[in-house]
Every structure is written in structure tokens, then in C-alpha cells.
């Protein structure tokens, strides 16, 4: 099989026509004359997206285009925090078969608009018709439960068919997140890229959080809230949790959540004995909430992070994608914006490992409110954790 082409660029320019066009031209450099298959863009919400789209296909013609806006983006190991520019990767045809759709409104039904969604970008990739598949899912995240979105794909896609992607982000202010499809710009909105190809995909999830309590249990949900763990006040349980550990950093961030404690999430333990990282926070009312609604009767542990843990997690990610993989040429990565956070002024080193751990493969990411990684069963949805899939 060919080795595919990739290209990327990128640009801080303050216009939007002037930034998407600068970063689309270093993009479409990037292929040595190669047709585009699909082109990718990440940008700040700072820009006004009509112009930054309308510039980017004005390079790139009518290829397919999605993306999202962001909180930060990785590429080629470097890192453009919040509010500073846009990213623009094209990946060439005639290796993948890509296949690009979008859905509007998911918040009035998330599992039906995930069904839809995946039967949509199937459709545009001509078919089940490719012997390996994997979707790649970008969504406003604000709009509802992305783990619903996720079990309405698995409709589709069934368990031989991986998951990856992100939440869109709006650089730290959650005043409103988009996507992107085509020159549009859309909240309340998914899109999704269907990818066939003859040989396998993986995906790959990885996130150094470290469990500070024993296993407990869920005991009384109601939506996000979070009523009762081991049949306590679940809200007593966790900040209990969080004021014996007094290892982790324990910053709160503005622009974040009111009362979310970045430095300790819920590790959902996992049939397999892995844990899928679930942020939580303590609102001004006292209610423990998560983003996504945990099980009922799930158990959990009470998790930290540690800098140095969550660098080396980057790198172990990187390692596992590319195990096996013949001649990748790119690594996508989507990181969450918490781990940002919890990195701080380190937060550069993270996209520069990556670079670093890929060698010779080009990556490009960006910060989400929300990491997708769907390889075993339905379960697939993440926070404060790293994704990723090698093409």
C-alpha cells in the first residue's frame, strides 16, 4: 500500500481570510502535487469563520472540509495555545477512502443524530466496501451527552469499526463551540469523516491519571448529578478524596467550570480494568456533577495527575498507534483542554513529545472539551485523556 500524502500549515495572522489562506497554501504544499482528499481545520474562535473557511477552500477548491474550533492545537510539535491561530492539515487522495458528512440539531435526539451521522458518512464513502474502517467524529460537545451520540454510531458501526475524535472547543470561555463542514460553521452540530482502507485502523487512548481511593460505588445518579457514592453524599466523598491528596496540583482555571477541580476526576472502571477518565466538579450548590452522566452502580475511584505522568502517557500513546502500522505518514491527536490545564507552563512539551515520540510521522491535533476513542464495545468517550489513530 502507498504511503499517504499529508501536508500542514498554519497561521496567527489576526484576519481570518489572511490566516486560513496562509495556512491552507503550507498545507496543500505539503503533497508534492498530490489531488487532496480531505482537508481539516482547527481554529480559534476569535476569527470569523464565514472568512477563514471561504479563504481555506478558496486554496483548497471543494474538497471535502471538517473541523472544529478549539481550545489550543498541536502541530508538527508545536503549540498554539487558546485564542492564537488556526491549524490546516490536507490529507491526499487515492490511499483512504474518505467519506465526509454532518448532521444539525443532535441535542433534540443524540443517539438518533450519532445513528444518522454514521450511516450519512458511510454513505459518502461509497459503502462498506473497504476490508478496514474507522470514523473520526468532531461535535459540539455542549449540545448533550456524547456518549448517547456514541452508542447511536455503534448502531452503525457495529465493534469492528473504531471510533476517534473530539469535542469542539471555544478557547477556554464555553460561551459556544462550532464545527465545521464545507464553508460552514455550526453549533449543535457533528461531523464525521468515514475512513476505508485495506489495512487495519487502530485506535488509541492513554491519560497517566493515577486512582486515590479504593474502588467504590456509584450509588445514586440523577443526569449529571452525582447524588450518592458507597451510599454517601457523593459530593463529601469527593472533596474528601481531593483534600487528602496533597500531591496533585489543585488549581482552579478561569473560564473553566465554577467549582471544577481540575487536578481530580472519576476514573470509570472499565470491564477490561482500564479507567476511562470522567471529569467532575463541585458546584456552587454543593452537587457533585460530571460532563457525561456516570452509570448507575458503576465503580469508580477518585483519580489525580501528575505532570510528568501525563507527558509520558502522550509518548505511550504514540508508541501504541504506531505499533504495527505499516508506513504511517500522520498521527491525529485530539487532547483535552484539562490536561492543558494541569501542565501549565509545561503545556508546550506536550505536542512537542508527541512530534518527538512519532519520528518521522507528521502530527496534528487540537484541544477538546471531550475525547472520543470507541475501540471495544460501546463505551468510548472520554475526558482528560488523549486519543489517537495513525494513517
Given amino acids: ?30 503533497l508534492g502535487g498530490v489531488e487532496p482528499g480531505l482537508v481539516i481545520v482547527y481554529a480559534s474562535i476569535r476569527y470569523a469563520f464565514d472568512e477563514l473557511l471561504a479563504a481555506v477552500r478558496g486554496v483548497t477548491g471543494d474538497v471535502p472540509l471538517v473541523g472544529a474550533s478549539s481550545s489550543g492545537q498541536l502541530i508538527e510539535g508545536e503549540y498554539l495555545p487558546p485564542s492564537s491561530g488556526v491549524s490546516v492539515m490536507v490529507l491526499g487522495s487515492g490511499v483512504y477512502r474518505f467519506g465526509a458528512a454532518e448532521v444539525s440539531g443532535i441535542g433534540a435526539d443524540i443517539a438518533g443524530s ?12 461509497g459503502g462498506d466496501t473497504t476490508p478496514h474502517s474507522a470514523l473520526m467524529v468532531l461535535a459540539d460537545g455542549m449540545a448533550g451527552d456524547m456518549q448517547s451520540l456514541l452508542a447511536g454510531m455503534y448502531r452503525v458501526t457495529g465493534a469492528r469499526v473504531p471510533v476517534v475524535g473530539g469535542a ?3 478557547d477556554r470561555t464555553f460561551s459556544g463551540a462550532y464545527v465545521f463542514f464545507g464553508d460552514r460553521a455550526m453549533r449543535d452540530a457533528a461531523v464525521a469523516v468515514w475512513i476505508g482502507s485495506d489495512r487495519p485502523l487502530r485506535v488509541v487512548a492513554g491519560h497517566g491519571w493515577q486512582p486515590q ?32 491528596d496533597a500531591s496533585a496540583r489543585s488549581e482552579y482555571f478561569e473560564g473553566t467550570y465554577e467549582g471544577w477541580h481540575t ?3 472519576f476514573g470509570l472502571i472499565e470491564p477490561d ?3 476511562l477518565i470522567r471529569g467532575g466538579f463541585v458546584g456552587q450548590d454543593g452537587v457533585l456533577r460530571t460532563f457525561v452522566p456516570l452509570p448507575e452502580y458503576c465503580a469508580v475511584q477518585i483519580v489525580s495527575a501528575d505532570q510528568d505522568d ?3 502517557a502522550s509518548e505511550q500513546v504514540v508508541e501504541e498507534a504506531l505499533d504495527g502500522i505499516a508506513d504511517p505518514a500522520v498521527m491525529l491527536v485530539f487532547s483535552c483542554i484539562a490536561r492543558s490545564d494541569l501542565l501549565g507552563d509545561r503545556a508546550a512539551e506536550e505536542a512537542a513529545r508527541l512530534h518527538k515520540a512519532a519520528g518521522q510521522v507528521a502530527t496534528f491535533g487540537y484541544y477538546t472539551y471531550g475525547e472520543f476513542a470507541r475501540s471495544n464495545g460501546v463505551a468510548g468517550y472520554h475526558n482528560a485523556t488523549l486519543t489517537a489513530i495513525a494513517l
Fill in 273 to 275: 480494568g482500564t479507567q
Fill in 1 to 30: 500500500m502507498e504511503r499517504l500524502s499529508v501536508g500542514s500549515g498554519s497561521s496567527c495572522s489576526d484576519d481570518a481570510a489572511v490566516a486560513g489562506a496562509e495556512a491552507a497554501r503550507a498545507a496543500v504544499s505539503g
Fill in 310 to 312: 501525563l507527558l509520558t
Fill in 213 to 244: 481511593t479504593l474502588p467504590m460505588l456509584v450509588t445514586k445518579v440523577d443526569g449529571m448529578a452525582v447524588e450518592e457514592i458507597d451510599g454517601r453524599p457523593a459530593a463529601d466523598v469527593f472533596n474528601e478524596a481531593v483534600a487528602r
Fill in 168 to 170: 469542539a472547543g471555544d
Fill in 114 to 125: 450519532g445513528r444518522e451521522l454514521a450511516r450519512r458518512a458511510l454513505d459518502a464513502a
Fill in 263 to 265: 487536578g481530580h476526576s
